[in-house]
């Protein structure tokens, strides 16, 4: 009986011990299973489970089902989650340097949208661990064009049009359009849409496919205005606790995640397009002249942010245009 209880004190102590070295971590993210963001961070997550053999877990909580998108940041720094995703341009009002992939044909195309994110990514991860953050990976969307349900020929056809803005950036294109700004979130875009809250906005493909945008809009003009990004983000005390080997695996994976996803981006672009198309959208280049005034804009936009970035803004724009 003594031999016994010691094998089974053995034991005991044996899976207390395996307890000890698992960690689970909840991932939150603002976005639907069938987005190839949420799909690439899923991707993310098995592959740092089978690389520590089971040792770390990220347990993605998709669609804002955890936490909505504005609330992610905070979460992740507070140590409420020890990881998440966020539009990273979102969180503009603290910190101008988290939206200057959001300016308006300042990058546009995946080429100019990759040496934007070089020419930031010093300055974004620097400001990012003073917040005791550190980002591990970031992946664009395709380029934001503007639906709406009716057509758009000049900017005269903006005038009174409730604008949906999903950051201070489209809040001020909206205003500097003529349109009327409406902060909606992705996941309450097509209820905002049948509420009358809004009857355009300016958003990838992507983001048109995943809610289904033939069901409440007609057009699809392709600006090309810019690729927002999202940043995956994880608090720098959650990743210390983390065994030397574990950090190591985090990162690579990271590395490899966004390679990944710059890569989806792309195949995404063409065919989110194509879907939307093929369910009755009017898919079309903006008039040369609108796109021709959108492009005015978007420079006052980009001279309006370099004012509020001060010396870290004009430094990124410097290094992006060299």
């Known amino acids: 009986m003594r031999k016994i209880l010691t094998a089974a004190a053995v034991v005991v102590v044996a899976s207390a011990g395996t307890a000890a070295a698992q960690t689970k971590w909840n991932m939150p993210t603002a976005y639907p299973d069938s987005n190839y963001h949420t799909q690439n961070v899923r991707w993310f997550a098995d592959e740092v489970k089978k690389a520590t053999d089971g040792k770390l877990e990220i347990v993605v909580h998709s669609g804002a089902s955890l936490f909505k998108m504005p609330e992610i940041k905070r979460a992740v720094q507070t140590g409420q989650v020890p990881i998440g ?37 010093a300055t974004l991860q620097g400001n990012l661990q003073k917040q005791g953050l550190l980002m591990l990976f970031s992946v664009a969307w395709p380029g934001q064009g503007v639906y709406s349900k009716n057509p758009i ?9 409730k604008f949906r803005a999903y950051n201070a950036v489209t809040a001020r294109l909206a205003e ?33 496919v995943d809610t289904k945008a033939w069901e409440f ?19 720098q005390r959650a990743f210390r606790r983390l065994p030397e080997e574990q950090q190591r695996i985090l990162l690579n994976i990271a590395e490899l995640a966004e390679k990944r996803g710059w890569e989806l981006m792309q ?12 369910n009755g959208m009017t898919v079309a280049a903006p008039p040369a002249a609108l796109q021709a005034e959108y492009k005015k804009i978007g420079s006052a936009m980009v001279a309006e942010w370099e004012k509020k970035a001060g010396a870290a803004g004009a430094a990124i724009i410097k290094a992006y245009r060299q």
Do not use: C
């Open 85 to 121: 995703e966020i539009l990273l341009s979102a969180y503009g009002n603290e910190d101008p340097v988290l939206e200057v992939d959001g300016l308006p044909f300042l990058a546009a195309g995946y080429d100019q949208a990759w040496k934007l994110y070089q020419a930031q990514r």
């Open 153 to 161: 020929n000049s900017l005269s056809d903006f005038k009174g049009v």
């Open 176 to 208: 500097l359009i003529g349109a009327q700004p409406a902060t909606v979130q992705q996941a309450e875009v097509p209820q905002a849409f049948s509420a009358g809250v809004i009857s355009a906005m300016i958003t990838s493909g992507a983001t048109g």
């Open 217 to 235: 809009s007609k057009y699809f003009y392709e600006t090309e205005a810019m690729h927002p990004r999202n940043g995956v983000l994880v608090n």
């Open 267 to 278: 195949k995404v672009s063409n065919d989110t397009k194509a879907t939307l198309a093929k």
